[in-house]
Structures are given as structure tokens and as C-alpha cells.
């Protein structure tokens, strides 16, 4: 039997459970190796060797130690193309591009306005830190033209890249579970009919379910 | 056989990304002009491509593609036979060519786009420039450029021993990045000055230059 890959973080970090959403998905067994990150171990020299950046999460497998949330996904998705959901990452050049394109519009348009929302109303409060009001109204605003495209979108297909659910939609997980379980701001999903409905459909994978069961566990 | 189209802007850095890619894979395509100042990418036939309203969008037959990025990665596959190799076929070479594509997304390119927004485009549009976004940016990119200073004393290029998308996204921004006080940060450090030079001497680059200059 193969060796469980390593993934290094605490569940509850957005990119950590993005990693961790894809390796249920996928069946791939790993082994989750905790990083304190209130004590710095993230800034040690040990972790800087793994991720130069001092960030989580930290991957690595046989002979390889990589790191980025949305190139383990890819390598994962690559290397184990046989194991669990085989359409994760598409199973034909298209298919991928349009996964792809997807990916890069939540890393490039979803990403910044919600990770900004999910650290100043999720992570801010827990870490003393004080909100800042203007730039959680500047987030919102450009967080909800996102989610109309979203909403347009998802009125012409099931998933943000076709009938099936891909690491496009996967991708969004971690920031859309924060905002719509810890926050008050879950309503900018669930007031838009056809976002309201992928989010309930894609937060509902036994793979999402596993994800968030961890993070409880912290 | 259809020539690909690229929708797209050749002010626009990530029209520019596109560019590069297509000249370095030597394909035929046809370059749509999209008249940003007319407002093009937001109206509803612009829309179709990308429904985010950006430049630029790739038509290749029926596909029609957005994201820069996504764009390059499908027709450094799709094209693999063709010019320049852009990715790894080993895929553990590709993990780390993938690694640092996305590090250019996450880490460079925002402190980068950023500057070049505040020091290269706002002041040809007669805006004036806010210091303390610069001072923050500048700030964050030194630090980015420290790893990139590291990495690139252990490996020729971002990737491996190869050119691949890894380097030639940082082109864009790099060349409005120049012409401003940024460029000391590059200067400074021997390695990233080194392969800054090397990617930006490529012949397929200075076409995409040579497009921007009859704009």
C-alpha cells in the first residue's frame, strides 16, 4: 500500500481544507501534520524549507514537496487521475480548460473580496484584531458583482464548468463555508436563487462534510 | 484549419500574457482589437467571451476561453508539438512549473499589478498616484522577490532548467514595472536581475513589444 501523503496546516486555514477537500475527493489517504501557527511555526526555519512564503499549506508525496493550494489540487488530481472522483479535473482536454478557466476566476475575482471578508469577520474577532468597517463594505460590494456573474452563470449550467461538480466548484469551498456558517453575510449566497442552490448542492459532497467535521475537531 | 482568435488589448497585461504565449508557440491567430476606451469588454457581445467584462478571451474553433492563464496552460497543451515547450510532460517537473504559476498568480501578481496601476498607467490617464498603496506594495513585493532571489540561486528558471509559463507570466507587469522605481528592487538582487534579463530578451517577447509599440 502506498504511503499517505503529508499535508502540513491546521484544517480550520482556508487553503489547508481546500488540499483536504480534494484528497477525500479524490480517496487519496494523507496524514495531517498540525503547524501552530499562534506559536509561529510557520515562520521556522523547518517549515520556510517546505513553503518559502511561511504559509499553509505545506504537500508533499513521494519524492516531491510542493506547495499552493490550487497546484497540490492540480498534482492530486494529476497523479491519482484513477482514484475516487475520476471528472474531478475534467477527463478530456476541454473539459480541463474550462476547469481551469474556472479555477483562475475564483483564485483571480472570488478569492481576494471573500478571503478578505472571511479574515476580518471569521478570523479578525478570534485574533483581537480590530475590523476595519470601510474595507468590509468595499469587500461586500465587490463580492456581490462577482456573485451576479456567478448568478447568471449558474442559471445557464448545473456547475461553474458544465453538469458535473470539478475542482472549480471545489475551489470555493473554504471561504463560502466561512462566510455562510460564521458570518452574517452568508445571505450574499443564499438571496441568489442559482448560487444559493450550487452552494447547498456542493457544500453537501461527503467529501465538504469530512472537511468541515475536522475543522469542528480543532 | 481555423486560426485561433485572441480577443484582447495590447495595452491590457494580461492580453500581453496571451500574446506571448501564442508568439512563442508560433500559431496562427488572428488578434481581435477590443476599444476598451469605447467600453467593448463590458457590452453584451464582449460578454459572451467573458462574462467578467476583461480582456482578453480565446476563440479555438467552438471553445471559447477566459483567464489568462487558463488560456496559456490550454494551448501549451493543446500545442505542445508546436515552438516553444511552455510546460513539463514529466509530471513531477510539472508540479513544480504548476507550483510556481500559481505563486505568480497569488504572490507576485497582486503586489505587481498593483504598482503598475499606481506608477505606470494612472499617470498616462492624468490620475494621481496614492503613496501609501505603493509603500505597501513595494514592501510586499521586496519580500516576494527575496524567495524569487533564492529560488532562482538553486534553478535557472522559476519551473526548473527550463523556460515555461512559470516565467513568461511575470512579463506584463515586469515591463511596466521597469519604467518605474520598482525596478531597483529587481536591480538589486544578482539572480532575479539575471533571469529578468534572460526572459526578457526572448525573441517572441520583443514581438509583443514590438505590437504594443503601434498602439
Known amino acids: 500500500m502506498a504511503t499517505p501523503v503529508k499535508v502540513y496546516g491546521p484544517p480550520m486555514s482556508t487553503a489547508v481544507s481546500r488540499v483536504l477537500a480534494c484528497l477525500y475527493e479524490k480517496n487519496v489517504e494523507f496524514e495531517l501534520i498540525s503547524i501552530n501557527m499562534s506559536k509561529g511555526e510557520h515562520k521556522k526555519p523547518e517549515f520556510l524549507k517546505l513553503q518559502p512564503f511561511g504559509q499553509v499549506p505545506a504537500f508533499e508525496d513521494e519524492g516531491i514537496s510542493i506547495f499552493e493550494s490550487r497546484a497540490i489540487c492540480r498534482y492530486v488530481c494529476d497523479k491519482y487521475a484513477d482514484k475516487g472522483n475520476k471528472g474531478l479535473y475534467g477527463t478530456n482536454p476541454l473539459a480541463k480548460a474550462s476547469i481551469d478557466q474556472w479555477i483562475e476566476a475564483e483564485g483571480q475575482s472570488f478569492n481576494p473580496p471573500s478571503s478578505t471578508l472571511v479574515f476580518q469577520l471569521a478570523f479578525a474577532p478570534r485574533m483581537n484584531i480590530k475590523q476595519d468597517k470601510v474595507v468590509i463594505r468595499q469587500n461586500e460590494e465587490k463580492l456581490s458583482k462577482v456573485l451576479d456573474i ?35 453575510k452568508g445571505n450574499l449566497f443564499t438571496s441568489r436563487e442559482n448560487v444559493g442552490r450550487w452552494w447547498d448542492e456542493i457544500s453537501s459532497q461527503d467529501s465538504w462534510k469530512k472537511v468541515v467535521d475536522l475543522q469542528k475537531g480543532t | 484549419m481555423a486560426a485561433i482568435k485572441v ?15 501564442v508568439y512563442e508557440k508560433e500559431i496562427d491567430h488572428e488578434f481581435v482589437f477590443v ?34 492563464r487558463a488560456i496559456n496552460k490550454y494551448i501549451a497543451c493543446e500545442y505542445a508539438v508546436k515552438g516553444t515547450q511552455l510546460i513539463y510532460q514529466d509530471s513531477k517537473k510539472m508540479a513544480i512549473t504548476s507550483v510556481w504559476m500559481e505563486v505568480e498568480a497569488q504572490q507576485y501578481d497582486p503586489a505587481a499589478s498593483k504598482l503598475g496601476w499606481e506608477l505606470a498607467i494612472k499617470p498616462l ?91
Not at chain 1, 442559471?155 to 469551498?173: V, Y
Not at chain 2, 457590452?43 to 467578467?52: I, R, T, V, Y
Open chain 1, 150 to 184: 456567478y448568478e447568471k452563470r449558474l442559471g445557464e449550467a448545473r456547475f461553474l464548468a458544465g453538469d458535473e461538480f470539478s475542482l472549480a466548484d471545489l475551489s470555493h469551498l473554504p471561504n463560502t463555508q466561512y462566510l455562510v456558517s460564521g458570518t452574517d
Open chain 2, 7 to 21: 480577443h484582447g488589448n495590447p495595452l491590457s497585461t494580461a492580453s500581453m500574457r496571451v500574446l506571448a504565449t
Open chain 2, 35 to 68: 476599444d476598451m476606451r469605447a467600453g467593448e469588454h463590458k457590452k453584451e457581445h464582449f460578454l459572451s467571451f467573458n462574462p467578467f467584462g476583461q480582456v482578453p478571451a480565446l476563440e479555438d474553433g467552438d471553445l471559447k476561453l477566459f483567464e489568462s
Open chain 2, 125 to 215: 490617464l492624468g490620475m494621481s498616484t496614492d503613496t501609501a498603496v505603493v509603500e505597501e506594495n513595494e514592501a510586499k513585493l521586496a519580500k516576494v522577490l527575496d524567495v524569487y532571489e533564492s529560488r532562482l540561486a538553486q534553478s535557472k528558471y522559476l519551473g526548473g532548467d527550463c523556460f515555461t509559463l512559470a516565467d513568461l507570466h511575470h512579463l506584463p507587469t515586469l515591463h511596466y514595472l521597469f519604467g518605474t522605481q520598482v525596478k531597483k528592487h529587481f536591480d538589486s538582487r544578482p539572480h532575479v536581475s539575471a533571469w529578468v534579463a534572460d526572459i526578457t530578451a526572448r525573441p517572441a517577447w520583443l514581438k509583443v513589444l514590438a505590437l504594443l509599440s503601434q498602439q
